[in-house]
């Protein structure tokens, strides 16, 4: 079945760790995205990339970096996990020039 | 940058129709999207907008006025599954969505 893959679904993890969440898309879409999804919050965006071999930063980046080695995946990284980063994120993708985006399942993170 | 607002909550009765009002401003637009988000789940796409006026798709139709700033989100005929989550999301010009912090419909019986 198409779609996106995210992986872990869910993780703790101590402060400090470095951790890298997962996310694969068969649909060959250019465009993939990070949010993180906080209550009262919604949606907000951490790092995006257009197309394969690009990165951008989103509202909120610090403490977390990407890389886009091939249209397939988009891997986050948070090279030293703080309590702060406690969220549900969430990988999308879409074709560039519609902008629908498609979700991922999501990864709930908890950093004790 | 954008900034999306929308009511944090709503409650309507089953078979009711709901309107879910959505304001921005934003340094640059290039559409307008509503998706829905059930409890613990994925967000999924429900409409999208670029052009002034209504869009409709069965009991859910979406409109935009680009001048006002400003986009709704009707419900007709509710249905016990509409509970939901309500996002009213905007495209900037590379692209990018931002999303307002949602709203939350509660239909009961």
């Known amino acids: 079945i198409a779609g996106i893959t995210q992986a872990p679904t869910s993780q703790i993890l101590a402060a400090g760790r470095r951790m890298t969440l997962r996310c694969t898309q068969d649909?060959?879409?250019?465009?993939m995205y990070w949010y993180r999804q906080d209550l009262g919050l919604g949606l907000r965006l951490i790092h995006y990339?257009?197309?394969?071999?690009?990165?951008g930063k989103g509202e909120v980046p610090d403490g977390y970096s990407v890389s886009r080695a091939n249209t397939d995946d988009f891997p986050l990284t948070l090279a030293s996990a703080v309590p702060s980063q406690t969220s549900v994120y969430f990988c999308?993708?879409?074709?560039?020039?519609?902008?629908?985006?498609?979700f991922g399942e999501g990864s709930r993170l908890t950093v004790l | 940058g954008q900034n999306i607002d929308q009511p944090t909550e709503m409650t309507a009765t089953e078979g009711a129709i709901v309107q879910i009002n959505c304001t921005y401003q934003?340094?640059?637009?290039?559409?307008l999207f509503w998706y829905q988000q059930h409890a613990g789940e994925a967000p999924t796409f429900l409409s999208y907008n670029v052009l002034d006026g209504l869009e409709e798709k069965g009991r859910f139709s979406s409109f935009l006025s680009r001048s006002k700033g400003y986009s709704y989100l009707l419900l007709k005929e509710l249905q016990m599954k509409d509970s939901a989550s309500y996002l009213c999301a905007v495209r900037d010009n590379d692209y990018k969505l931002s999303f307002g912090a949602g709203t939350t419909v509660t239909v009961r019986a």
């Open positions: 649909m060959r879409h250019n465009a």
């Open positions: 934003t340094s640059g637009f290039n559409g």
């Open positions: 999308a993708s879409s074709e560039r020039e519609h902008g629908e985006l498609f």
């Open positions: 990339s257009n197309t394969a071999g690009t990165t």
